[in-house]
């Protein structure tokens, strides 16, 4: 019987197995980075953020009722004047809510300036989210917020459910602990045509303490979108590298 020679691959003229080029183990590396940049992205964000569905119009135009947000994982003492907050109270309702903080404990803050604005330890602010008609539904009040809590508006004031309205009919109840926080609010992530950062107002900057700086929502996508590159040009450079070697042959066939 003669010898049966078992083959594990395609040999090479003269006996030789392909070599793997430096093109194959470059895309092979890309794709192991890309899909660690993209999972470790997806991971990274679900540690730090909370996705929420506004319930109200209360913060229109900011924020839209039925918008899903993003709320980084804050406690109630990184929070700073101007953060729109997700927080939960039970005596405001049974669901989370959402609100921008106007003032801390120990502030001092009042409506309204000749201008029409909010003051907060004497100091105006101007707040350029809001409309006409949200600026003229503010009435005349001054009240300094207890230690460790906050004074919440929200941007659409005419129908907004906040501390100006309790401080008028609920006197006990109207600054929110600061553990009724739950999240700060980087970014609206749908509807897809309102995707964007919830940016921090200018007005709030020279109080002190400033605002707060944006969480890592920026890198996240970055790494995701990276990672997504390189795994789709690591895993394409295979077909094309034999697309382009098989060319050759056919030409000489023909």
Not at 20 to 36: E, M, N, P, Q, Y
Not at 168 to 184: L, Q
Request: proline share 7%; charged share 25%.
């Amino acid at each position: 019987m003669g010898n049966a020679v078992r083959t594990t691959g395609a040999a090479r003229p003269g006996g030789t197995r392909p070599r793997r080029g430096l093109g194959d183990t470059l895309s092979g590396v890309a794709v192991a980075i890309g899909c660690v940049l993209f999972l470790g992205g997806f991971v990274w964000g679900a540690i730090v953020y909370q996705p929420y569905t506004v319930p109200t119009r209360s913060m229109a135009p900011t924020i839209q009722a039925g918008d899903r947000v993003l709320a980084e994982r804050v406690g109630g003492d990184e929070v700073r004047r101007g953060d729109v907050v997700v927080f939960y109270d039970s005596v405001w309702g049974d669901v989370p809510m959402v609100k921008r903080v106007v003032a801390v404990g120990g502030d001092t803050v009042a409506c309204c300036d000749a201008e029409g604005r909010i003051t907060v330890n004497g100091e105006p602010v101007d707040e350029e989210y809001l409309g006409p008609d949200d600026r003229k539904a503010m009435t005349r009040f001054g009240e300094r917020v207890p230690e460790g809590r906050l004074f919440l508006l929200g941007d659409h004031r005419t129908t907004s459910q906040d501390s100006l309205m309790r401080l008028e009919g609920d006197a006990d109840h109207w600054a929110v602990p600061r553990d009724a926080v739950r999240g700060r609010v980087d970014a609206t992530a749908w509807p897809l045509e309102g995707f964007g950062m919830v940016e921090r107002p200018e007005g709030f900057t020279q109080l002190p303490g400033g605002v707060s700086r944006p969480g890592p929502l920026v890198p996240m996508l970055i790494a995701v979108g990276a990672g997504t590159v390189l795994i789709m040009g690591g895993a394409a450079h295979g077909p094309l590298s034999r697309r382009s070697a098989a060319a050759p042959h056919g030409r000489r066939r023909s």
